[in-house]
């Protein structure tokens, strides 16, 4: 047998640098690449060490673990006993990440008569299972698993993110009483020109009981201008509590947005409980989240009051 160290040595240091830099990223870590180099040769090289047999007593856990340590300490630097495990917990858990994820594709591709192929009985009567695959099938398969890694943990932080700006909404007309959640956004600068009062949005859908089946289609379709020629004809009650405030939407001239001035809206926020009378809320045609996590945009003025 033929063993190509050059090629095990390139392609486990190549491994443990991506390992490492998606360490990096799941600790918010700042990323230099001489360091992460220089860590890489340390794994790579202690690959290669483990193919001498005179070096066969490295290939145990205190070895492995040591090398380890060395490796965040090479690539992080130490920073203290706290930071230290964190970063070596995060290695570990990428790491088996990308070797399960490696295997389970191995396994999703292999026909029955491989897996009966590979599968045979130690003297300890252990079963073991061979897994013979192809250097550019493990890069591939790296490649894949690390970006759906990537893609999940972006999504859970956003999320996690996210909940921090979240907020309970209890809006009140008459007897009345609309609650979601909602998700305080320090972006939004949108208020009455005329009477300064700022405006917070929820989805129509929230409504839908109380608004007229036709002034829900036309806010859809952003026809609010035809609800306003139908005042007076059409039965609402709050008719007289309805305005309508002007706002430039993303590559858009000048819309306009259907609101009800309400008796009361209440924020809950950080364990605050905070009443306004002055605010406005505003109808919004479509989904504020596409998963559901709010359906309300909150203007940051209501916390301030």
Same mark, same amino acid.
């Given at each position: 047998?033929?063993?190509?160290?050059?090629?095990?040595?390139?392609?486990?240091?190549?491994?443990?640098?991506?390992?490492?830099?998606?360490?990096?990223?799941?600790?918010?870590?700042?990323?230099?690449?001489?360091?992460?180099?220089?860590?890489?040769?340390?794994?790579?090289?202690?690959?290669?060490?483990?193919?001498?047999?005179?070096?066969?007593?490295?290939?145990?856990?205190?070895?492995?673990?040591?090398?380890? !340590?060395?490796?965040?300490?090479?690539?992080?630097?130490?920073?203290?006993?706290?930071?230290?495990?964190?970063?070596?917990?995060?290695?570990?858990?990428?790491?088996?990440?990308?070797?399960?994820?490696?295997?389970?594709?191995?396994?999703?591709?292999?026909?029955?008569?491989?897996?009966?192929?590979?599968?045979?009985?130690?003297?300890?009567?252990?079963?073991?299972?061979?897994?013979?695959?192809?250097?550019?099938?493990?890069?591939?398969?790296?490649?894949?698993?690390?970006?759906?890694?990537?893609?999940?943990?972006?999504?859970?932080?956003?999320?996690?993110?996210?909940?921090?700006?979240?907020?309970?909404?209890?809006?009140?007309?008459?007897?009345?009483?609309?609650?979601?959640?909602?998700?305080?956004?320090?972006?939004?600068?949108?208020?009455?020109?005329?009477?300064?009062?700022?405006?917070?949005?929820?989805?129509?859908?929230?409504?839908?009981?109380?608004?007229?089946?036709?002034?829900?289609?036309?806010?859809?379709?952003?026809?609010?201008?035809?609800?306003?020629?139908?005042?007076?004809?059409?039965?609402?009650?709050?008719?007289?509590?309805?305005?309508?405030?002007?706002?430039?939407?993303?590559?858009?001239?000048?819309?306009?947005?259907? !609101?009800?001035?309400?008796?009361?809206?209440?924020?809950?926020?950080?364990?605050?409980?905070?009443?306004?009378?002055?605010?406005?809320?505003?109808?919004?045609?479509?989904?504020?989240?596409?998963?559901?996590?709010?359906?309300?945009?909150?203007?940051?003025?209501?916390?301030?009051?």
């Amino acid at each position: 047998m033929i063993v190509y160290v050059d090629l095990i040595f390139l392609l486990n240091a190549a491994i443990d640098g991506a390992l490492l830099v998606v360490t990096a990223w799941t600790r918010n870590a700042a990323v230099r690449l001489w360091r992460i180099a220089a860590a890489s040769v340390i794994g790579g090289a202690y690959v290669v060490m483990m193919l001498v047999p005179e070096l066969s007593f490295m290939f145990t856990f205190m070895v492995k673990l040591l090398f380890s !340590a060395l490796m965040i300490v090479t690539a992080f630097g130490f920073g203290g006993m706290a930071p230290f495990l964190r970063n070596v917990t995060a290695f570990y858990v990428v790491s088996f990440a990308a070797a399960g994820g490696i295997f389970g594709f191995h396994y999703f591709f292999m026909a029955s008569g491989d897996v009966w192929n590979g599968i045979f009985f130690a003297h300890s009567g252990g079963m073991l299972f061979e897994m013979n695959t192809g250097i550019w099938f493990v890069l591939a398969a790296f490649v894949i698993v690390m970006w759906i890694y990537l893609r999940v943990f972006r999504g859970a932080k956003q999320k996690e993110r996210l909940v921090t700006y979240m907020a309970e909404v209890e809006v009140a007309v008459e007897d009345f009483v609309m609650r979601c959640k909602g998700l305080v956004d320090t972006g939004n600068q949108l208020y009455d020109p005329l009477t300064k009062t700022p405006v917070m949005v929820v989805e129509t859908a929230m409504w839908k009981d109380v608004l007229p089946e036709k002034w829900v289609e036309r806010i859809r379709k952003a026809e609010v201008d035809q609800i306003v020629s139908t005042i007076g004809s059409d039965e609402f009650c709050w008719q007289d509590r309805l305005r309508l405030v002007p706002y430039r939407g993303v590559n858009r001239g000048t819309q306009f947005m259907l !609101a009800i001035k309400p008796d009361r809206v209440t924020v809950i926020y950080n364990d605050r409980k905070i009443d306004t009378h002055k605010v406005l809320v505003g109808f919004d045609a479509g989904k504020l989240c596409s998963d559901d996590s709010y359906h309300a945009i909150i203007h940051p003025m209501l916390l301030q009051t």
